[in-house]
């Protein structure tokens, strides 16, 4: 095609511009060669500001403390022998799978709600209900900290209107997993919302329709008609939502900073506390590339599912 | 098996009066079709029908039981949408069989009903595939399937062919009419093609505006239409209407269509329209009874010249087209004896099937 489109207009060009004769000007006249080089500004970002930090990492990963010498894969086999790695391995994954279970949930069920609102106050609820996920994020887990302090917490406060005592909960380790993975439901749910709601809508109404002429209830309905019709969508969101979800870091750093006893640490909390706070940047660096692997093989399991049931449907 | 009787239906959106009063019978295994232009108000009724669309007043009832206040799945009632709406995530089969499972019919009984549907419709080595796997034509089959397999005791048909290209239309019309004839199943037929409305219904409901014009057999329609409105609808080329004058001339009538364009009335006739003398009205005539000269009635009283326009060969007839008093008339000629545009062509108007419509009423008199 190239070759053909070159042949096709090339004379015209060589005999209007007859000092452009060379090889490299021919080279740089072939419309692959233009869309290289308009391509270039994004390669060159995507480079820079993915693929160098990412290799870079994989390199710090595999120098010693002192970052003298290589040292291969010692990092890893280190941190497997330590029992907190394991528990921060384990962390992480109830912190992920909990909050993503949950957002998904959540905003599946609102954006029910929401899409059975009336269109006129539609628009204002959608509006409200974004603003956890617009506000930044360590100012709003700055409130949620507030709120859960020992001294002064609204929930405690709440509870004891109820006669229940005081709940510590951050310092408890196990209410301090419930407050983080709280936090992050709050504030990662009204995208599920957003993306469901706009799923929802592209369900075509006639296939409700015909589904309640067939006999379906309004759960039927939902069982074999909206689930179905909002896999993929659900799919690809909960990728979507495990990678970021894996990978926070404001909500633990700014309510917990991974206490009590460690117990709240995840991936990206606890190889910023190897890595910067005590200064062994490699074992740091370690730690983050580990989620890599797993999260890369789920993607690729996820997205090809995604990619089939489209080939089937569409 | 059931009669669906509809008893003074008024559907309103706000402000917006879409279907104004309906009155309706349908008896027990009867195919009758719902066609006018779009806007009348056909889909709204079948929607209401099924129970999709809430009835502002009046009343609904199948089989003898007012369905008013019984939700869709309650009704016993299938449809065939306009574009399927099959489901994409499920097989042919599935997509079939999908509304006896809700019912929880046996598994054994699904499956020979699903075999059995697919056997009249010809779709058997299509059950496993997915709609999006499926042409057009197959697609309406399956969704067909879907309202036969429940054996329902009413069919609903929503414009079903109007996304089909014309060659397929007119094959799947045949297939509707077969399978009507095989499981006898009272039907309802939205279309705004009176072609598909003539060829298929037991008796046709012309709607406009609303409203009924005329329920009649599709021979009734196209003889006798009642209504200015059902006269121009049914028929294709449409009915030529022309502002005439009615004169008595003796014992007989006259039809002044021009200053120098009258022709006697048929005897019969003059009877008939006595009290039109003397006030405008418009004649009505259909295309086919515009001819050359042929032999029989009515006779060289009724011939005159016209100028060609327009003529437009059909194979095995010709459409001429030409004006009177600057409205365009059309005839349906002989294709040896049509003549060519801009010549004078010899033709003939058989006033025994013409009609007189009252501007005032827009009623046939």
Redesign the interface.
Known sequence: MVEATQSAYAPALTSVIPWRRGRIARVLRRRSTIAFFMCLPLLTVIGGLVVYPALYAINLATLNKAMTKHIGFDNFAFLFTRETFWMVVSQSAIFALTAVFFKALIGLITAHLVNNLPAKGQRKWRGMLLVPWVMPLSLSTLGWWWMFDPTYSAFNWLLALFGIGKVAWLSDPYWARFSVILDNVWYGAPFFLIMYLAALRSVPTDLYEAASIDGANAWQKFVHITLPMMQSIISITVLFSLIVTFANFDIIWVMTQGGPRDMTHIFATWAFKLGIQSGDIPLGASVSLFMFPILGISAIFILRGVAKRSREMQ | MAEVSLNNIIKRYGEVIAVRGINLNVADKEFVVLVGPSGCGKTTTLRMI???EEISEGEISIGGEVVNDV???DRD???V?Q?Y?????MTVAANMS??LK??RFPKAEIKARVERAAQILDITDLLER?P?QLSGGQRQRVAMG?AIV?NPKVFLFDEPLSNLDAKLRVQMRTEIKRVHQKVKTTTIYVTHDQIEAMTLADRVVVMNDGRIEQVGTPHELYHSPRTRFVAGFIGSPAMNFLPCKVERNGAGLVLNLAENLSFPMPADLSARYGKAVGKPMIFGLRPEHITEPRGGAPGEKSEFTANLDVVEPMGMETMVFFRIEGTEVCGRVEPTSAGGPGQPMRLRANLNHMHLIDPATNLAL
């Open positions: 099924a129970g999709l939700p869709p799945k009632i299938a449809m949408f574009n709406a099959l489901y994409p995530h999908f509304g809700l019912r997915r999006k879907r429940r």
